[in-house]
């Protein structure tokens, strides 16, 4: 593992190890439950959960990640592995999954101040050896760009929906794809993600620790909010379990791609109130809109007709395919399953 | 396909198979692949795993196949269900198949025959003979079409080398045995990425899914230096030289862009994918389960082989890839378009009885548009 200073341990928090943290500073988590002053601690790390179920990316004591104190730097660390402890003790994986992907937002913006860093050579090295350890990508340096291994930059970017990651759209040179600090780092923000929440799965639950029940008890009424009935019956194209694998995730789906997942349960005789709870984790939910909406896909107001899923090929243009042998031969997702292949 | 002509085949592609040998080999890794066959007139076998040259030449033997297939993906369990496998990596394949190209001297080669009374005319919407809109078609591809086929394969190595980095040893190209080429990557960077990322390839090669943006159009105040440089590499290169033409034109060409607008810019870069893109079948390059013609062994729709090109710019496959043997044969021809064969030309037929050598017969039959009575 990467040996890390203080200030780099208060930018990356998950790169720590957490019992040993503590341990080192010559505290334990029960006295982080009785002492008033370590108390604030368990209030910050609080906040820091709840800031990221809204979506939001928790307001840091660093400045330029740097802190002029020491204690400062202690308490950033406090208040991520506090989360963490609350987040075990809260049990709900959603709330896990939104924690990380914010914390992972957080990162990517020193990773990247990080990698552009021209005046301090061993700040962009650290950075780069990150992203190596972490999810074995090499990246070098080319003049002012990040080169990276096409076949590893396709890897992590046929997760994004937006055209502007598609290969055709990068510089590519010679079996290398060009990118920015700030591309290399969006590049990796899901993995990241998913690092930080591999973490914390795979992190012990404590039993309750006497002065943290309130905040327990906060994040479990919080958590009420996201729980999602899934409506994931009978054998779904690629296409549709990648749209509601990002809805699940918290994350954007474009309009375009709600379209087709609207259209094609409808299709397939799910009730508007069967698939609206599906949107519930998008950023930007709202229950009344949505209802709204599907009602009018479905024809029942409005113009009266009825809108259907839209074909294979228009769905390529819109890069929501994720087509695989089975897809072969078929031009709407409707029929997925349906047809023999030929 | 009846009886007759049937057993004339598997006697002529029999013969080819067991004089031929040295030119059958089992690819590199032999075991790790999975091989598969069909017979004339009957369904695909698969799953098969082989250890050598011996085992696959009695498997030919044996079997008198129409068609041998070896996957291009490496497996732990080649001769297990799909789902145990144990998939491990695919070469990189691309086909380039001349009917996909739209050429114009498409109509003048195809023929048409009907399902309903066998009657053979040149292309046309329904049977001259009988009205019936059941028809196959059938085409003898001409040079043109071998012409086109091959820049298309141009397009793609400089793309593969030039983009994506591979070595040009690692690039290999076969005459399919029809109407196009095989190209096969090995050992580069993608041997082990998936689907979704060979699609993305596939994208990338054919130039499809670009944005105004990469090439410097903008909605709003697009800036003339931000439009490609003949000097670039990649597509912003490519652009350039099809867009532009010439470097005196290029300021006069970005201005008319800018006016042109966005939407419009967004059509160019649409028909431009026919024009600069590689025309490759995107679903084979995707597929990486895919059974792929064996190279050395014969098509069936043709009676052709399918060889190696050592040198792609006079690679004639007419004569090259023409294996079967010379004896002749009494064949009734309804092959209304002439064709050449090892230098030599046949037809057009309209049905009269023939003699010819094998070879020229099993190309008529394979394409059933011949009949032994
Ligand atoms: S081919 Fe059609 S069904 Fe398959 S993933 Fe693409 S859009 Fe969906
Ligand atoms: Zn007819
Ligand atoms: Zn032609």
Redesign the pocket.
Known sequence: MITLGKDEIAKYPFLADAGQYLKDKGFTLQQFGTDPDLKLSVEKALDRVQVSADGKIYKSDLIDGEASKDYVLEREVFSFLLAIVLLKLTGMNTLIKRFSLAEARRAEKYLEKDLANITDESKKELAIRIIDDLFSIQIKKLDDYFIIPISNYLTHSINFHEREWKLINRHVENGYVFLTPHETVRLIRKELGNYINSKIINAKTPSMIPGFEDQVAKLVNLSKKFVTHSVTTGEY????KHAIDVLEKGENLPHSGRFMLATFLLSRNQSVEQIAPLFKNAPDYNEKVTLYQLNHLKGTSGSGTQYSCPS?EK??TQN?????P??NN?F??L??GKKERK | MKEKEIKFLEESFKKYYFDHFDLIHVPERTSEREFGYQKFNSGMTRHISLKDDKELHLLLMQNIPSDVYCSNAYYSFPNLSMKEKDWKEADLIFDIDSKDLHLGCRKNHCVTKCNECNQVTHLSDFCQNCKSSKLETKSLPCNNCIDASKNEVKKLKNILMEDLGVEENNIHVYFSGNEGFHVYVYNSQFQEIGSRERSELVDYIMFKGAIPETFGMKKMKPNRSSFPNFEDKGWKGRFSKEVFGSKSKRSKIISELITNGYSNFQKNLETLSFKIGTQIDPNVTMDIHRIFRLPGSLNSKSGLAKVFCKDLKTFDPYTESSFLNENSIEITAHCPIEFKLRKKKFGPYNGERITVPTYAAAYMICKNLATID
């Open positions: 194209p690629p296409c549709i294979c769905l390529k929501l395919c994720f087509a695989i089975e897809c078929i709407n997702p029929q997925f």
